[in-house]
């Protein structure tokens, strides 16, 4: 297969929904991969926040192939060890009760406004439905979802959406509790939103929503499908912020790779989803459990040093870089102002060069691999600096 079979295969056969770069990779290994020439690029992408310990790590790959060799699924009417396992680790680090295992973000935060809103039904009634989300946020792609996203863009022809939802705008308190009314039932909320540009809530405006919300028995959801699983430098961004949410959901960086989602329940909210109320098919794989598992296992007080470490020193050099405005994120979560280029333009400049890059809205994003090695940051800033010279020019 070359570069050029492959693009035309897809230009034949695969549903044409992405604006996909000019890139094919055939494999990778830690943060660099290879396309059909055997041409090298760095990765600054990770899947989109996915490959949390890179590519096709050996650790990983190992205990995910014992697990396929082993069972690699059974149904949920059956229990396997590597859910349990699972999900005590993850509920247990979180500080957070139990967890249910789905597929996807999307899927993970479809359940929890599932879990909320029969919350609030099972002890308000039914009119007490409305979740309030913030503007700008990004929730997923089913309708569901879709309507939680506070995003214009996202609310055109699919309609009708569900019902119940209601924007909030992120860091005015103010605007905030008067959304936060008579008949909500949640407030979901990112700690950073991703999609919408890498923008991170403020300290005191979280506190101040939370304590709102618990004075009125309002759940508080926080999706952590991106800044979750030790990208920010704490294995859950919300742990920074001192607070204690009810359900919190994760997906992205979780399985290293394979496809997991999941919803963690507090005490309070442990047992809303009954028998019978929620499920899915592969929810709870044996296989992804062990990605997760795996993943899980790595991520150490000393790991996340090292991401906040590394993402540090990233969004210090980038301020000196050509076209690059103000600088933000956390950890290994990084976004840019691009002053002249396009982000879309950088991208494009970026796989030229042989670095891989992330848009955020107009921003720049990048969210490497969290096991990106010193000389791999080098260089693929090196590289990114010539692609923002190269587009700027
Ligand atoms: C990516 C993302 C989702 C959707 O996850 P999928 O796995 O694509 O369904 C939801 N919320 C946030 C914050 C995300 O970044």
């Known amino acids: 297969m070359t ?33 059909f020439y055997g041409r090298d690029y760095i990765d600054f992408s990770a899947g989109i926040g996915v ?25 949920n009417l ?14 247990g680090r979180a500080s957070m009760s139990k967890a249910f295992f789905c597929n996807s973000g999307a899927e993970a935060n479809e359940g929890a406004l599932k879990c909320a809103r029969k919350y609030s039904r099972d002890r308000y009634g039914e009119e007490r439905h409305t979740v309030v989300t913030l503007s700008n946020s990004f929730h997923g792609r089913t309708l569901a979802t879709l309507a939680a996203t506070g995003q214009e863009a996202f609310h055109r022809h699919f309609g009708p959406f569900p019902e119940g939802f209601a924007y909030a705008p992120p860091n005015d308190l103010e605007g905030t509790l ?33 304590r709102h919300c618990r004075e009125r ?24 912020y001192g607070i204690a949410p009810d359900i919190v959901t994760a997906a992205k960086g979780l399985g290293g790779g394979l496809p997991i989602g999941a919803i963690l329940f507090s005490e309070r909210t442990a047992s809303v989803l009954g ?70 333009g950088v991208v494009d400049a970026g796989v030229r060069e042989g670095v891989i890059l992330l848009t955020a809205k107009d921003r720049l ?25 190269g587009a700027i020019a």
């Not at 790959?61 to 060799?69: I, N, W």
């Not at 229990?79 to 699972?86: D, G």
């Not at 290994?332 to 280029?341: D, N, S, V, W």
Request: charged residues 20%; aromatic residues 6%.
């Open 51 to 75: 490959n949390s310990l890179g590519f096709s790590d050996p650790g990983w790959a190992e205990a995910v192939s014992a697990q396929l060799f082993k069972l690699q699924h059974t149904s």
């Open 275 to 344: 028998v019978g109320d929620h499920a899915t098919t592969y929810g709870g794989n044996p296989a992804a459990c062990a990605g997760a598992l795996h993943v899980l296992g790595r991520i150490d007080g000393a790991f996340l040093a090292e991401v906040a470490r590394k993402g540090e020193s990233i969004r210090g050099r980038l301020r000196g870089f050509p076209g690059i405005g103000e600088v933000g994120g956390e950890g290994l979560m990084i976004g840019a102002t691009l002053r002249g280029p396009s982000a879309r």
């Open 3 to 35: 570069n050029a079979d492959l693009k035309g295969l897809y230009r034949s056969s695969v549903a044409d929904t992405y604006a996909r770069y000019d890139l094919c990779i055939e494999r990778g290994s830690g943060a660099t991969c290879w396309d």
């Open 178 to 210: 008067g959304a936060l009314g008579d008949g909500v039932c949640a407030f979901m909320i990112e700690m950073i939103q991703g999609e919408g540009g890498i923008v991170p809530l403020d300290g005191e405006y979280v506190a101040a929503a939370v």
């Open 217 to 240: 028995d309002i759940l508080v959801i926080v999706d952590e499908v991106q800044s979750g699983v030790g990208r920010t430098g704490s294995l859950f961004c919300y742990e920074r």
């Open 78 to 91: 059956i229990y396997t060890e590597p859910c349990a396992r699972a999900a005590s680790l993850l509920a």
């Open 365 to 389: 994003r990048l969210l490497p691999p969290l096991t990106i090695t010193d000389a791999e940051i080098d260089e693929g800033l090196g590289r990114l600096h010539t692609a923002l010279k």
